[in-house]
């Protein structure tokens, strides 16, 4: 059993600690310990005022066996849904979006991660310590993204991990129609505000941020009482 208590933390005090075979969290609200679960932006999230409301919650779940992340996804979700009474489905919707675009291919400053090779087989390495692998550094005075006032470091990490690391902290969701696959290394210089980090994507990444409006993938979740697919099914 998935183990979902209130929280013993104070408040505005988190904690999580993320394990093959064990998942733990505390301090968080529903919809934010759905997006952890999820791996997914908050705003991603349909959640009904009476479900959860403001309440803070401590969550954990030890398995006698290691598992993948998509397993442990299904094995707490499902605890969520069987604890509040609710289905988590993904559903799309309409929203303001801004569009991750390479039209120019990569820019200069995108440079392609290195790879070794061990044993006869190729594996990543980043500046040769695999420790440093898929790694997405901020800098600055409080190390929060937009608001940071510093720069970005990343090193063996995929246009994919740098769009979902860096979503939470502008004011839309971010999409990225890039289709740059692989894994590269790149910075990001100094930046104060959000436009200003859009303007040195552009200039040494080559990555063109653009507002547009899509219909984006959410994750509903719905009374299991009031689900209408719940509801026709019992018809």
């Known amino acids: 059993e998935v183990h979902i208590a209130a929280s013993k933390l104070k408040a505005g005090s988190t904690s999580i600690s993320i394990g093959s075979d064990s998942w733990s969290?505390?301090?968080y609200d529903l919809r934010s310990l759905i997006a952890e679960i999820y791996n997914i932006d908050?705003?991603?999230i349909e959640l009904p005022e009476t479900v959860g409301a403001d309440a803070r919650y401590d969550v954990s779940r030890n398995l006698p066996v290691d598992v993948s992340a998509e397993t442990m996804q299904q094995v707490l979700g499902g605890g969520i849904q069987?604890?509040?009474g609710v289905t988590i489905r993904t559903e799309s919707r309409p929203m303001p979006v801004y569009v991750l675009t390479a039209p120019d291919g990569p820019g200069a400053g995108l440079h392609r991660h290195t790879f070794a090779v061990r044993g006869g087989r190729k594996s990543l390495v980043a500046q040769g310590?695999?420790?440093?692998?898929q790694r997405i550094t901020f800098t600055g005075k409080d190390c929060s993204g937009v608001t940071s006032g510093g720069g970005i470091q990343v090193s063996g990490g995929s246009i994919s991990e740098f769009r979902r690391t860096l979503e939470p902290d502008l004011d839309r969701v971010l999409l990225d129609e890039t289709r740059?696959?692989?894994s590269y290394d790149f910075q990001i210089g100094n930046y104060s505000?959000?436009?200003e980090l859009f303007k040195l994507m552009h200039d040494q990444l080559g990555l063109v941020v653009t507002p547009a409006q899509r219909n984006v993938t959410v994750l509903a979740v719905r009374s299991a009482?009031?689900?209408?697919?719940l509801l026709?099914?019992?018809l």
Do not use: I, V
């Not at 310590?129 to 692998?133: G, H, Q």
């Open 82 to 84: 069987k604890k509040f």
């Open 25 to 27: 969290a505390g301090g």
């Open 225 to 229: 009482t009031s689900d209408p697919s």
């Open 232 to 234: 026709q099914a019992k």
């Open 180 to 182: 740059l696959a692989g």
């Open 193 to 195: 505000n959000q436009d």
């Open 129 to 133: 310590d695999d420790e440093d692998m």
């Open 42 to 44: 908050a705003r991603r």
